[in-house]
């Protein structure tokens, strides 16, 4: 059942990002780093709207391989580095490829980490901010992971309970998600840096990492 309901997640999390539509607008900076305080919930619940158009992507990197194969985004030292299963499960969330590494909530740190590439949003980053302009999102924050320009969103605050998404430009038009849901351990209060660390192991791996 646990799993059921982390699959369910996940493609809910890829339809809202989905859902967003291309914006114009000149690039605005990010902040220089990632910050796991800052995403920590709120208290208001109130929806998060911005203003600011996405940042470009200043050394896009060569996804073509895998898009063909999605669970090569992470190599299996650094899934097991985050404490993943040293090989995932396909999971594509509709025509978009994806790739899924699940641990049991039976384990001392239940968790998984799902890789969506966003190949329906021609615009990357930029079609993410228009959503945010829209108001879409309950949480919004623009940060960066490994020199490339990211955000933290959902269409839903659930960080409290264990979830979180990042989306990362890995170019201009493309957009890659890491959605982390933690079901057990010390780090469900606060799952945004997990999360950043799962998209910099992805970043690492495609950029030729171990």
């Not at 339809?15 to 208001?44: E, K, W």
């Not at 992971?145 to 933290?152: E, I, Q, T």
Request: aromatic share 4%.
């Amino acid at each position: 059942m646990g799993r059921v309901r982390h699959l369910a997640g996940t493609m809910v999390a890829v339809a809202a990002i989905v859902a967003s539509c291309t914006t114009n607008g000149s690039a605005q900076p990010a902040p220089d780093t990632a910050s796991p305080q800052a995403s920590r919930p709120t208290s208001s619940g109130a929806t998060t709207s911005v203003r600011q158009s996405a940042p470009r992507v200043p050394n896009p990197i060569e996804s073509a391989s895998y898009l063909a194969d999605p669970c090569r985004a992470l190599s299996v030292e650094r899934a097991t580095a985050l404490g993943l299963p040293a090989a995932g499960k396909r999971l594509d969330a509709g025509s978009m490829p994806g790739c899924d590494w699940y641990v049991p909530p039976t384990s001392p740190v239940g968790m998984s980490v799902g890789i969506t590439f966003i190949t329906m949003n021609k615009n990357g980053l930029e079609d993410i901010y228009s959503g945010g302009q829209k108001g879409r999102y309950r949480y919004f924050e623009p940060t960066v992971v490994a020199g490339h320009p990211a955000v933290f969103s959902g269409i839903a605050d659930l960080r409290l309970q264990g979830d979180c998404s990042i989306a990362v430009g890995l170019t201009d038009q493309l957009v890659a998600t890491a959605k982390v849901q933690i079901s057990n351990g010390s780090e469900k209060g606060n799952p945004c840096p997990v999360a950043a660390r799962a998209a910099e192991a992805m970043i690492a791996t495609m950029r030729g990492g171990s």
